[in-house]
């Protein structure tokens, strides 16, 4: 279960996070205003807070894997919210960022 609990908390990280930046920059770049930025910058406290809730107390680690989360999902974003189109290269990457989580968070250790 801890491994399904620390999955669903970087999907919820990733949520508030890349969607925080997203209203950001949909306030600023997009001049859709204060409203947007205000809601982006109250989603980006709150990813800060899910990334505390991840089983493993390692501070570097977990924001480390998150990275390799962050960039798979915010290919995910581009395409489901703005329509982006990932090439190979994006793709490969990405996978490449996930094999990283799963190496840095998942792979046994000595206690």
Same mark, same amino acid.
């Given at each position: 279960?801890?491994?399904?609990?620390?999955?669903?908390?970087?999907?919820?990280?990733?949520?508030?996070?890349?969607?925080?930046?997203?209203?950001?920059?949909?306030?600023?770049?997009?001049?859709?205003?204060?409203?947007?930025?205000?809601?982006?910058?109250?989603?980006?406290?709150?990813?800060?807070?899910?990334?505390?809730?991840?089983?493993?107390?390692?501070? #570097?680690?977990?924001?480390?894997?998150?990275?390799?989360?962050?960039?798979?999902?915010?290919?995910?974003?581009?395409?489901?919210?703005?329509?982006?189109?990932?090439?190979?290269?994006?793709?490969? #990457?990405?996978?490449?960022?996930?094999?990283?989580?799963?190496?840095?968070?998942?792979?046994?250790?000595?206690?």
């Amino acid at each position: 279960m801890t491994i399904g609990r620390s999955l669903i908390l970087f999907c919820v990280a990733a949520l508030f996070e890349i969607g925080g930046a997203w209203l950001v920059w949909q306030g600023v770049r997009e001049h859709r205003g204060w409203i947007w930025i205000g809601a982006g910058v109250i989603a980006l406290g709150l990813y800060g807070f899910a990334a505390t809730l991840q089983p493993d107390a390692n501070f #570097g680690r977990i924001l480390a894997a998150y990275g390799g989360v962050f960039v798979a999902g915010s290919l995910a974003w581009g395409m489901v919210v703005d329509g982006f189109r990932p090439d190979r290269y994006d793709v490969t #990457g990405a996978l490449v960022c996930l094999v990283g989580v799963a190496i840095i968070m998942y792979s046994p250790r000595a206690v």
